[in-house]
């Protein structure tokens, strides 16, 4: 299985603030990676696919970049809605794995 | 608008099967390109994918599970099913039907249903 690991775990920010989460991946997966927004209680949301191209209707203060093993998402300027918790997701191979979740927490 | 929603019991005793039914709206679950997930989140946890099946019958899954998952289409009803065999109270977790995962534009999730395994 293809191991995705994400950093930091959790991290406490400002409204306004850059922020940027990564995701490593155990071996290539070209740009096969989403990253998802959770909020309790609900399903996750998809922001990002193939790396890099924003979901429709998500923000443009989203942003992913990064190819092979070393990826990032960023939130540009962080709004009150954007607490939650984001996972990145691999679809390169079967079985599909998911990184450990980033919990974006308010300062 | 596709839609999913997730049905079943909320609580299995251990060592007991696991049933599960997605019931799909706006998509018919036999167009092509559609692969049917299913997806857990144990509680305050991350995501671990459990599968997929497709609406002609082919199926993968994650081999963490595989000897306990049975998954099956019923194209009548617009319906996918997970069934997991021999439980224990690590399966207690909120269980998901998702759908165009791997596929670029838009991708749709159930709600989620809390699955608890306790006698």
């Known amino acids: 299985d293809i191991q995705m690991t994400q950093s930091p775990s959790s991290l406490s920010a400002s409204v306004g603030d850059r922020v940027t989460i990564t995701c490593r991946a155990s071996?290539?997966?070209?740009?096969?990676l989403g990253w998802f927004q959770q909020k309790p209680g609900k399903a996750p949301k998809r922001l990002i696919y193939a790396a890099s191209s924003l979901q429709s209707g998500v923000p443009s203060r989203f942003s992913g970049s990064g190819s092979g093993t070393e990826f990032t998402l960023t939130i540009s300027s962080l709004q009150p809605e954007d607490f939650a918790t984001y996972f990145c997701?691999?679809?390169?191979?079967?079985?599909?794995?998911f990184g450990g979740g980033t919990k974006v927490e308010i300062k | 608008q596709v839609q999913l929603q997730e049905s079943g019991p909320g609580l299995v005793n251990p060592s007991q099967t696991l049933s599960l039914t997605c019931t799909v709206s706006g998509v018919s679950i036999s167009t092509g390109g559609y692969y049917w997930n299913w997806i857990r989140q144990h509680p305050g946890k991350g995501l671990e994918w459990i599968g997929y099946?497709?609406?002609?019958?082919?199926?993968y899954y994650n081999p963490s599970l595989e000897s306990r998952v049975t998954m099956s289409v019923d194209t009548s009803n617009n319906q996918f099913s997970l069934k997991l065999t021999s439980v224990t109270a690590a399966d207690t977790a909120v269980y998901y039907c998702?759908?165009?995962?791997?596929?670029?534009?838009?991708?749709?999730w159930g709600q989620g249903i809390l699955v608890a395994v306790s006698p």
């Open positions: 099946i497709y609406y002609s019958g082919t199926s």
């Open positions: 997701l691999q679809y390169n191979t079967y079985p599909l794995t």
């Open positions: 071996q290539g997966i070209r740009n096969d």
């Open positions: 998702a759908t165009r995962l791997v596929i670029a534009g838009s991708n749709y």
